[in-house]
């Protein structure tokens, strides 16, 4: 399976954004989809994920309660709305596939990583 993140850009502090991930292709389908953060110099953060068949979600507790995680099975999209974002959220942003029917915040747990899409977020 392929994914293809969309949606980052460049964003006030307070601001909002909704990024976007497209899965296509592929003999398999996810039991979910993750996103993960990384800026340079440090390692892949986790930020949400959703199981697909049970809609069941996983949020990290820098972002609990300002972004939300959202999925439609019949179009193969999956949706991250960051609201109050912070400079801090600075960051690129992937999108993965869950391998496993266990959400997880690991990224072993993951693959098909996507290429991503930039968060900017100005104070």
């Known amino acids: 399976v392929q994914l293809q993140a969309s949606g980052g850009g460049l964003v006030q502090a307070g601001g909002s954004l909704r990024l976007s991930c497209a899965a296509s292709g592929g003999t398999w389908k996810p039991y979910g989809i993750g996103w993960f953060r990384q800026t340079p110099g440090k390692e892949r953060e986790f930020v949400a994920a959703i199981n697909w068949r049970t809609s069941l979600t996983s949020y990290s507790d820098s972002v609990k309660g300002r972004f939300a995680i959202s999925g439609d099975n019949a179009k193969n999209m999956v949706y991250l709305q960051m609201n109050s974002l912070k400079p801090e959220d600075t960051a690129h942003y992937y999108c993965?596939?869950?391998?496993?029917?266990?959400?997880?915040?690991?990224?072993?747990?993951?693959?098909?990583w996507g290429q991503g899409t930039q968060v900017t977020v100005s104070s």
């Open positions: 993965a596939a869950l391998r496993g029917g266990v959400l997880s915040i690991l990224a072993t747990s993951y693959s098909s």
